[in-house]
């Protein structure tokens, strides 16, 4: 009879936990959860300041996991960022937050696609996931006109699918090969600089971007012009690029920030160092992401600032210079002069890479 008493006790509190997985909406506070749930608001005030900064900012979108025993939390994990969560527990009637990982479950994918409508039609299709056609963009966009792809072209994509939670919450392509009757590329993605290969380890892009950010038009090139507001003649050491303001801006190369700060008539601007004697600048910045100081490393693609219409400006636009051995040159000059590819060890490293990849994947290449 006891024994039927425990085991009766022990279903009983197992199934008065409740658990909750809730997404965060763009009207929801930090303040808001604590007072919805009935917590505390030392909670808040408890936080070292960094944590309260980022409480604030609460990514929306973001998946929240709340276990609940008498209606009352037990456990809540909140995700500060794609790597960190803030977690609150009950701990004999007091709650406890901490900082912990978010763990991602990993599950690699493998699709063959033929484009017989368009690519991002035939590739969702395939695979169930709107973010892949983007990347496979990103990673073959100054090899392939996406605009004018032909039909028939067959897509084969080796991936990796993060998941939080049962969802998809990012995707990294492992290997991709996009072939037709003009062309075959194959790219892989080498986990040492985060660059795509193909099979002679050269890198499918140059060292620079073709641009450093999404733009409407050009409004001035690089060269002599009539100065707008100076209303003189001047060598424009740069390119305009015009969009609207909050425009995400990019850095276009691997490099150290050298510079980040008002520079007279460029306004708001930051300044990045790269190898073989390049420095690039971005001005008229509205603002950068925080995290950004001088000396900190960026990646090729890596947001740097915001488009703006700050100092000499007679409208929003980023000016982009570059400078090589202390010298103004043209921008769009660098789109395909500097190569990337591997050598040495780092090649020899990569190629063994590839070769485990299509043995163990079973990948099909001639």
Avoid: C
Avoid at 62 to 84: D, E, Y
Avoid at 185 to 207: C, H, I, Q, V, W
Avoid at 334 to 345: D, E, P, Q, R
């Amino acid at each position: 009879m006891k024994r039927l008493l425990l085991i009766t006790f022990f279903l009983s509190s197992l199934f008065a936990y409740k658990v909750d997985i809730t997404t965060w909406g763009n009207k929801d506070t930090f303040y808001g959860f604590l007072k919805k749930n009935s917590l505390p608001l030392k909670i808040y005030y408890n936080l070292p300041t960094k944590i309260k900064k980022m409480v604030r900012r609460i990514p929306v979108g973001s998946t929240l996991f709340i276990m609940k025993k008498n209606n009352k939390i037990k456990q809540a994990l909140i995700p500060l960022n794609s790597k960190q969560q803030l977690q609150i527990i009950n701990e004999n009637g007091k709650y406890v937050s901490t900082i912990v990982p978010i763990i991602y479950e990993t599950q690699k994918k493998y699709a063959e696609v033929e484009i017989n409508n368009y690519l991002s039609y035939d590739l969702y299709k395939a695979t169930h996931l709107r973010i892949l056609t983007s990347k496979l963009i990103n990673i073959f966009e100054d090899k392939v006109n996406f605009r004018a792809i032909p039909k028939n072209t067959k897509i084969k994509i080796l991936y990796e699918e993060k998941l939080r939670f049962g969802k998809v919450r990012d995707v990294k392509i492992i290997f991709a090969e996009i072939k037709n009757r003009y062309f075959d590329y194959t790219a892989f993605y080498n986990p040492e600089d985060g660059r795509y290969y193909d099979r002679e380890a050269k890198s499918l892009k140059g060292m620079f971007l073709k641009a450093p950010l999404k733009y409407t038009r050009i409004s001035s090139k690089f060269g002599p012009r009539f100065h707008p507001i100076l209303h003189e003649w001047r060598i424009h050491d740069g390119i305009d690029y015009v969009n609207k303001i909050g425009t995400p801006v990019h850095a276009v190369a691997d490099g150290k920030i050298i510079y980040k700060g008002w520079i007279k008539g460029y306004g708001r601007s930051i300044k990045i160092k790269h190898k073989n004697g390049y420095i690039t600048l971005y001005a008229h910045l509205h603002g950068w992401p925080r995290g950004l100081y001088v000396g900190k490393w960026v990646k090729q693609g890596q947001t740097i600032g915001y488009l703006g219409n700050t100092g000499l400006s007679t409208g929003p636009h980023l000016h982009f210079g570059v400078m090589r051995y202390g010298k103004w040159i043209n921008p769009a000059k660098l789109k395909n002069s500097v190569k990337i590819a591997l050598k040495g060890k780092q090649k020899e490293k990569f190629l063994a890479y590839v070769k485990s990849i299509i043995k163990e994947n079973n990948i099909a290449l001639k």
